[in-house]
């Protein structure tokens, strides 16, 4: 049974702001959520984790409502090289942390 | 500099030769794990360690073995490596956090092809 469920792509233009929500509905009361970026070839690159509310480091932001059966990420401003696959993730400490498809996001000029 | 290293990036073999592929981590980390990626597959698990002498199976074991005999080092082994094992590997290592949760640390992967 899947743990996340996320678009399977999207587009979008330089400079917008890009929001992709995961669906974990059956989270439990002791997972993160966890964000990766991968580009082709190359391992995932965490970007952010969060538990609940919001999130803000460098690079994005995380908003996680207060029953935390979904969360999006935000990038703000994309870049051509922010085209890239982005996993969402529900980890926990004693259990395995396993990928899904990911959202396959394309910049365009 | 903390990193993953595995080794060999590329390797081409012949059906029912055993390899291994050797992964580090300088980081301490406790957890450890092995991935494999196909086309329209995304990334799945094939074992995991969470710690030394401990390993579990991942998602898609069969074919593979695991040791953790150290902390840093996580080999895969492929006793009879067949054409369906050809894929793109990545090891990883991560800590938990009790407080902030995880970060994983990926290897530049090891482009496997079993012909």
């Known amino acids: 049974l899947a743990k996340t469920t996320q678009p399977i792509s999207m587009d979008s233009y330089e400079g917008q702001e890009v929001n992709i929500t995961c669906s974990h509905n059956n989270i439990a009361t002791n997972d993160y959520i966890t964000w990766y970026q991968q580009f082709p070839s190359q391992g995932p690159r965490f970007i952010i984790q969060g538990y609940k509310t919001k999130v803000t480091n460098e690079v994005a932001s995380l908003f996680i409502p207060a029953d935390r059966k979904s969360s999006t990420l935000s990038l703000p401003r994309v870049s051509l090289s922010d085209t890239a696959v982005y996993y969402c993730?529900?980890?926990?400490?004693?259990?395995?942390?396993?990928f899904g498809k990911g959202t396959r996001l394309h910049i365009l000029p | 500099e903390a990193q993953v290293t595995q080794n060999p990036r590329y390797l081409i073999t012949v059906t029912g030769k055993k390899l291994t592929v050797t992964c580090s981590q300088n980081m301490n980390h406790e957890y450890m794990s092995w991935y494999r990626q196909d086309p329209g597959l995304g990334l799945r698990q094939i074992y995991y360690?969470?710690?030394?002498?401990?390993?579990d199976k991942g998602d898609v074991p069969e074919g593979y073995k695991v040791s953790r005999k150290e902390k840093r080092n996580f080999p895969l082994i492929l006793e009879s490596p067949s054409p369906n094992q050809t894929s793109l590997y990545f090891c990883?290592?991560?800590?938990?956090?009790?407080?902030?949760?995880?970060?994983?640390?990926f290897g530049q992967g090891t482009r496997l092809t079993v012909v």
């Open positions: 990883a290592s991560s800590l938990w956090h009790r407080e902030a949760g995880t970060e994983a640390f």
């Open positions: 360690s969470m710690n030394v002498e401990v390993t």
């Open positions: 993730l529900v980890v926990n400490r004693d259990d395995k942390i396993i």
